[in-house]
């Protein structure tokens, strides 16, 4: 149990510091981000939709619209992350790649 509040207050802290988060809506066969963590109130969060279609630069266009300059976090699902930090999924979007 320790260690799981551990985990939790330093999410906490390193999120603290982010001036918004770029997330998912979660599929059926996936956490939503919502039990893990909440984001603080009043942060920008910008949610990339579950579309293998959804279009890599309209995505980024949007995310980089709203948030300009500032220092945000990144939350994706993964089953897994390979050392070169490509996200392996489900297999169906842009972002499993």
């Not at 551990?6 to 599929?27: D, V």
């Not at 109130?41 to 949007?62: C, D, F, K, N």
């Amino acid at each position: 149990m320790a260690q799981k509040g551990n985990q939790e207050a330093l999410l906490g802290a390193l999120c603290a510091s982010q001036e918004g988060f770029i997330t998912y809506r979660a599929l059926r066969t996936e956490v939503p981000l919502e039990r893990v963590f909440t984001t603080p109130a009043g942060v920008p969060v910008y949610e990339i939709p579950p579309r293998a279609s959804a279009s890599v630069e309209t995505e980024l266009a949007q995310a980089r619209a709203l948030f300009e300059e500032r220092q945000v976090a990144l939350f994706l699902p993964g089953r897994a992350f390979d050392r070169q930090g490509t996200r392996h999924g489900q297999g169906g979007g842009w972002y499993d790649r």
